[in-house]
T-cell receptor, first 113, second 114 residues
Framework: DAEITQSPRHKITETGRQVTLACHQTWNHNNMFWYRQDLGHGLRLIHYSYGVQDTNKGEVSDGYSVSRSNTEDLPLTLESAASSQTSVYFC????????????FGPGTRLTVL | AQSVTQPDIHITVSEGASLELRCNYSYGATPYLFWYVQSPGQGLQLLLKYFSGDTLVQGIKGFEAEFKRSQSSFNLRKPSVHWSDAAEYFCAVVLMDSNYQLIWGAGTKLIIKP
């Protein structure tokens, strides 16, 4: 069955370190999204991609970057981790754009000390 | 600014009772509307969506939602909840304007009393 996976599921890091969160989908979807989830805020879009070599900034992109070298993967990099980036991160993919159903990964809980 | 409001942070319902979760949006035109559910420790799953047509939409797991344009609402309902419905529920809206953005509500946590 097609799926979307994220790794690691839990990560503890220190302030200032570079961190990369992996997202891999076997749906063959063109569109991929990264969100962060914080209590009281719901989901906030960090970056998204509509295809290979395409990346776009979302609502809360400062301090994050993504690259899309193939259809299956959209890694999220925190260039210099900050305590404010402690959160749960979700990756999602869809066939169409924002109006289409999104399929979510299980999430990565990141703690920045 | 456009927004999506889920007024209830938590709702507690007895097993077998009916459920209504509220969602309101502030936007002039009719947006695309979604309800997602997040079970503990898992990602989100689509329950249902509304784009146009019949304003009463049926979804998975026995859920339905009704779009009311006059109230800018898209409330989620279930006639009889099961313990397995305990989860967090998110309303989301796609605004079909120049920004073309997806906005999420803050979520409502559903607690089921035995």
């Amino acid at each position: 069955d097609a799926e979307i996976t994220q790794s690691p599921r839990h990560k503890i890091t220190e302030t200032g370190r570079q961190v990369t969160l992996a997202c891999h989908q076997t749906w063959n979807h063109n569109n991929m999204f990264w969100y962060r989830q914080d209590l009281g805020h719901g989901l906030r879009l960090i970056h998204y991609s509509y295809g290979v070599q395409d990346t776009n900034k979302g609502e809360v992109s400062d301090g994050y970057s993504v690259s899309r070298s193939n259809t299956e993967d959209l890694p999220l990099t925190l260039e210099s981790a900050a305590s404010s980036q402690t959160s749960v991160y979700f990756c999602a993919s869809s066939v169409g754009g924002l109006t289409d159903t999104q399929y979510f990964g299980p999430g990565t809980r990141l703690t920045v000390l | 600014a456009q927004s999506v409001t889920q007024p209830d942070i938590h709702i507690t319902v007895s097993e077998g009772a009916s459920l209504e979760l509220r969602c309101n949006y502030s936007y002039g035109a009719t947006p695309y509307l979604f309800w997602y559910v997040q079970s503990p420790g898992q990602g989100l799953q689509l329950l249902l969506k509304y784009f146009s047509g019949d304003t009463l939409v049926q979804g998975i797991k026995g859920f339905e939602a009704e779009f009311k344009r006059s109230q800018s609402s898209f409330n989620l309902r279930k006639p009889s909840v099961h313990w397995s419905d305990a989860a967090e529920y998110f309303c989301a809206v796609v605004l079909m304007d120049s920004n073309y953005q997806l906005i999420w509500g803050a979520g409502t946590k559903l607690i089921i009393k035995p």
